[in-house]
C-alpha cells in the first residue's frame, strides 16, 4: 500500500491553499465534472480529496468516484468491515471538515431517516448479526464441491447418453451459480471477519472454480452496490438501450431512431422522403418513403429492428407488399392482435436473449478487462480453469459433445442468473443518481422475495435484496432476523417494504420490460 501514501501525499501539497472548513456547495462543485476534475466527499464531517486515491482504490476506481461531490459516510459504514484498517488511509486524504455552520446532511436528505437508520446499524451490530457462521460458510462451500464432483461422475460412470448427459449438465450448472452466490459472499467480506481471507478464498472460488477474475467482479457488483439502479453509473443498467429498454425515464428520453442524420425526420416539412431502413432479422436495405404528418416505421419493442411498421394513410401498398384497408390504418381486431404481438416481443422475448447475450458478453470482457489492467495473476487462473475443464471432460465426451455440454451449461447459469439478480431491480425504479440518502437510495431499488428453504438456497438468500443491500458485508444467514428490524423502520417512515412470491417476481420481470418498450414506444410515435 506504500504507493497509496506517496501519490497521495504528493497530491496533498496544492491542496493545503484549500480553507479547513468548507461548505457543502463548495464540495458539490468538486464531483470529477468540470476543469478541475477533482473529486471531493465526506465521511463523518470530513472531507477528503479522493481525486488520485480513486484509481488506487481496492474496491474499484469507480465506485469511490460515483459519491464524489456528496456525502459518502453511511456508503463506507456499509461497504468496509475493518474500518480501522481503512481509516489509516484516510488520513492522507483529508483536506477539511465541514464548517460549524454547516449541517452534518445534506439538504435533499432526510435527517430522522438516516439518524434512525444509524442506530438500527448499531442494534444490528449489537445483536451480532454481522457476524459471520464459519459452520454455514463451510457447508454451502461443501455442498458446492459435491455438485461439481457429481457432475463429472455422472459423465464418467454412465457416459454419454441423453439421461446422463442432462443430468450431468444439471450438476455442473447447478455447481456453477452456487459457486457464483458462495464468491459473491467473499466479495462483500461476510463469510471472514478478515477482509484478506475473504479475498483469498473469492480468488480461488471465482478464478480457479469458476474461471472469472475476482477484480473484474468486485469492480462492477461494488458499483451496483454503490447506486443501484441508477443509470450511467449501476453497470448492471448497460443492457440499456443495447438489448432493450429500462425505466420509463430512460425509455422515454431515448433518441427517436429517424431523427438523426442518418434518418431524417418526418416532421420537417419533406414530403415523400425516402430513406433506407434494415429489414427485420436480415442486413438488406430497403427503401421506404416518408409521409408527412405519419410515423414512417416503428421499431415495435425494446430490441431494435425486430419489427417494423410502415404507416400510410392513403391505402397505398406498405413495404411488405399488402394493401392497407379503408382510409390505410389497420381495423380494430388486427390492430389489438398486432399489439399482442409487440407486447410477447416486449417482455418475454428480451428476457431469453439476454441471458444468451450475457454468455459471449462475459467472456470477452473477462478478458478485455484483465489484460487492460494488467491482472495477469488472475488471467492465468482464468485461462487454468478453461484448461482443467477441458481435461476433466473432453476425453469422456470428445470435443464437440463437450462445446454442447459446456455452452448449454453456461447459457443456463446465465438465465439463472438474470433472473434471480434482476427480479429485484428491473421492476422497481430505475432513474439518474438523485444523490438521495443510502436508504432510501437502496429500498427504491430494490425488494424482497418471501422467505423459503428453496428461495433461501436457489436464489443464494438474495431473495433478501433489502437486507443485504443496506448492510452487504452482512451473512447471508443473519438477512431473516434483520428483516422485521428493517421492515418497522420503514413502517415508522412511511416507505413501501416490498416483499412477493418467487414466481411474483419472475412475472414482474416480464411486466416491467413490457411497460418499459411501451413508454419507448409512446415516445416514439409522440414524442
Known sequence: MAPQTGSTEKE?????????????????????????????????????????????HPGGSRVISHYAGQDATDAFVAFHSDKALVRKYLKSLLIGELAPDQPSFESNKKKSLLEDFRELRCTIEKMGLLKPSYTFFFMIFLHLLVLDIASWLMIWYFGISLVPFLVGMAFFTTAQIQMGWFQHDLGHCSVFRKPKWNRLLQIIVINVLKGLPASWWNHLHNQHHAKPNCFRKDPDLNMHPLLFSLGKTLSVEEPHPINTPAFPSQNN????????????????????????????????????????????????????????????????????????????????FPSVLAPLALVPFFQLSIFYFAIKRKKWLELLLVVSFNIRVCLMYVPLMGFSNFMVYYWMSRYLESTWFIWVSQMNHIPMNIDYDKNKDWVSTQLHATCNVNQSLFNDWFTGHLNFQIEHHLFPTMPRHNYWKAAPLVKALCDKHGIEYKSKTLLGAFVDILHSLKESGEHWLEAYLHG
Not at 480553507?19 to 477528503?48: A, C, F, M
Not at 411498421?309 to 413495404?319: A, L, M, P, T, Y
Request: hydrophobic share 30%; with cysteine; glycine share 8%.
Open 12 to 56: 496533498a501539497k496544492p491542496i493545503s491553499a484549500f480553507p479547513q472548513h468548507l461548505t457543502w456547495e463548495e464540495i458539490k462543485i468538486h464531483n470529477g465534472r468540470g476543469q478541475s476534475q477533482q473529486q471531493w466527499l465526506v465521511i463523518d464531517r470530513n472531507v477528503y480529496d479522493v481525486s488520485t486515491f480513486s484509481k488506487l
Open 269 to 348: 416539412g419533406i414530403k415523400d422522403t425516402p430513406i433506407k431502413v434494415t429489414a427485420s432479422g436480415t442486413n438488406t436495405l430497403r427503401t421506404i418513403h416518408v409521409r408527412s404528418n405519419c410515423p414512417d416505421y416503428v421499431m415495435l419493442g425494446t430490441i431494435k429492428g425486430l419489427i417494423r411498421c410502415e404507416e400510410e394513410r392513403d391505402g397505398k401498398e406498405n413495404w411488405m407488399g399488402k394493401k392497407r384497408r379503408g382510409d390505410g390504418c389497420w381495423n380494430e381486431k388486427r390492430n389489438r392482435l398486432y399489439r399482442n404481438r409487440k407486447i410477447f416481443l416486449l417482455s418475454f
